[in-house]
């Protein structure tokens, strides 16, 4: 069956780095859009980041951009998010979703358009 299983989350001080694993099973890995969303408690869930299957394109939020990093490996069907120089605003349950409905397009940051998610891993900012 389809899984996402998201790790590397934990407690970081401001200004602190993570990277963050996504690994991916049960469907055809190379022609999925992989992207990272989040959502803290009380707010709505945004995106964060998003890779392209077919060129490994990339797209940020302008809050996480020149901060996080994304990328893949297909070879081990897993995709990561770098995330440097921390804040607590960034304390959030951080998701992996997959979208394999337009492969030869960009990735969207829409999470509507994504099929597959997975249970998320908790990242907490704080001093």
């Known amino acids: 069956q389809v899984q996402l299983v998201e790790s590397g989350g934990g407690l970081v001080q401001p200004g602190g780095s993570l990277r963050l694993s996504c690994a991916a099973s049960g469907f055809t890995f190379d022609y999925y859009h992989i992207a990272w969303f989040r959502q803290a408690p009380g707010k709505e869930r945004e995106e964060v980041s998003c890779?392209?299957?077919?060129?490994?394109?990339?797209n940020y939020a302008d809050s996480v951009k020149g901060r996080f990093t994304i990328s893949r490996d297909n070879a081990k069907n897993t995709v990561y998010l770098q995330m440097n120089s921390l804040k607590p605003e960034d304390t959030a349950v951080y998701y992996c979703?997959?979208?394999?409905?337009?492969?030869?397009?960009?990735?969207?940051?829409?999470?509507?358009?994504?099929?597959?998610w997975g249970l998320g891993t908790q990242v907490t900012v704080s001093s």
């Open positions: 890779i392209t299957c077919s060129d490994g394109s990339t």
């Open positions: 979703a997959a979208d394999g409905g337009t492969p030869q397009a960009k990735c969207s940051m829409w999470g509507g358009l994504y099929e597959y």
